[in-house]
Each structure stands twice: as structure tokens, then as C-alpha cells.
């Protein structure tokens, strides 16, 4: 059974800097397009951050483009989330996700379609003075 | 950045009622639409891809339609554990966008 656990949330000082991880098993930790999602307290869900399985390439939301970095360590099935310069907006619940990768392949379409089929249980971080 | 508007925010229905959310982009996405379900303090989880592609496990009486800007996720008969919030997300192109959510409570 696939699973992940998120780790490395806290509180930090505006400012700061921290770093989520989120272990990985079960599944080919490698083959598969992994994200990072954000829920301020209240608030609805925002798509923060996805890295390729090789990790060749990464994306971000415009929010914390220049100061987030993800990135991830396939023999170590780990991904993670560097954060740096962070602010109070940033204060949410951090989850990672994995991709549903070659069950999203439609053999009508020849196409490959996303979605997050995977989640962890969520790591809190708390940005305030 | 694709915005995704998604209605209502909230909606009241009781059980076995038929339930609606649509969600629209602000520009064409072909069919590359998710829908997640979320119970307070529990992460999402994937009901739909590829706009009306059922993931596995989920129940039928989910289904979700739409292509280019305007989508529909149908509860045809909403059960009691069917109570949550409803999210639409774009992933056609990066940054993925989600809709504001649809919160389905209670009648």
C-alpha cells in the first residue's frame, strides 16, 4: 500500500527558513510525479509545488516562486520542500502527494492525465513572531 | 495563472437528494479537471481525473463531466457520508490552480 508521511513543520519567525520532508513507500517511489499542497487554517486547498520523477524538472505556484525549492532523493523515496523567507501567509497545513502516473494514461486520448491519488496526513506550519 | 470559479461555495441538501458543483476556467483546459473530497481535518482525496474519469474505488454515484472551460461534478444520491467540502483543480498546465471549494452540508 502506498503511503506517505510528512515531517519537519514547526514554528518559525518570519523570515526564517524550514524544510518539510515527506517519506514515501509502497510504490516505485521514482516513476512518479510528486506535489506539495497548502491549506491555510479555514481556508480552501492551493497546489504549492511539483517535481518530475527523475526531479529534472519542478514547478511552482507564483506565491513562492524564488523562495520555495522542492526537491527529492529517489534512493531515499523522500521528497522534500526547502522554504526560505517565509511570511505569515505562509502558515497552512503542508501535504505531499503522489501522481496516479500510468493509470492516468488514456489509451483514446494517447495522452497522460494528472491527479493526486496519494496523500499524507499533513505537517503544520506555524510562521509568526 | 488559469483561474478556477467553482459554485456554489456552499449548498444544503439532504440525503438522496441530486447534488451539482460546477466549476469554470478562465481559459480552455481540454479535460485535464480533478475533483477531491475533504472531511475536516483529513487530507483530500481523488475522486475524479481527466474530468469524468472515476478513480478507483470510488463510488458510482460520483460522476463528473465537462470539457474545455465548464465542468460539473453530479452526487446522484447523496449519502450521509458524502458531507465535505468539494474542490475542482486544473492540471493542464503548471501552476495547477484549485476552485475555492464547495462546502455540502446538511439540509
Known amino acids: 500500500e502506498a503511503q506517505l508521511l510528512e515531517s519537519g513543520g514547526g514554528l518559525v519567525q518570519p523570515g526564517g527558513s524550514l524544510r518539510l520532508s515527506c517519506a514515501a513507500s509502497?510504490?516505485?517511489?521514482?516513476?512518479?510525479?510528486m506535489s506539495w499542497v497548502r491549506q491555510a487554517p479555514g481556508k480552501g486547498l492551493e497546489w504549492v509545488s511539483a517535481i518530475r520523477g527523475s526531479g529534472g524538472s519542478t514547478y511552482y505556484a507564483d506565491p513562492v516562486k524564488g523562495r520555495f525549492t522542492i526537491s527529492r532523493d529517489n534512493p531515499k523515496n523522500t521528497l522534500y520542500l526547502q522554504m526560505n523567507s517565509l511570511r505569515a501567509e505562509d502558515t497552512a497545513v503542508y501535504y505531499c502527494a503522489k501522481d496516479i502516473g500510468s493509470s492516468g494514461y488514456s489509451v483514446t486520448d494517447n495522452y497522460y492525465y494528472y491527479g493526486m491519488d496519494v496523500w499524507g496526513q499533513g505537517t503544520t506550519v506555524t510562521v509568526s513572531s | 495563472a488559469i483561474q478556477m470559479t467553482q459554485s456554489p461555495s456552499s449548498l444544503s441538501a439532504s440525503v438522496g437528494d441530486r447534488v451539482t458543483i460546477t466549476c469554470r476556467a478562465s481559459q480552455g483546459i481540454r479535460n485535464d479537471l480533478g475533483w477531491y473530497q475533504q472531511k475536516p481535518g483529513k487530507a483530500p482525496k481523488l475522486l475524479i481525473y481527466?474530468?469524468?474519469t472515476l478513480q478507483s474505488g470510488v463510488p458510482s454515484r460520483f460522476s463528473g463531466s465537462g470539457s474545455g472551460t465548464d465542468f460539473t461534478l453530479t452526487i446522484s444520491s447523496l449519502q450521509p457520508e458524502d458531507f465535505a467540502t468539494y474542490y475542482c483543480l486544473q492540471d493542464y498546465t503548471y501552476p495547477w490552480t484549485f476552485g475555492q471549494g464547495t462546502k455540502v452540508e446538511i439540509k
Open positions: 509502497g510504490f516505485s517511489f521514482s516513476s512518479y510525479v
Open positions: 481527466a474530468a469524468s
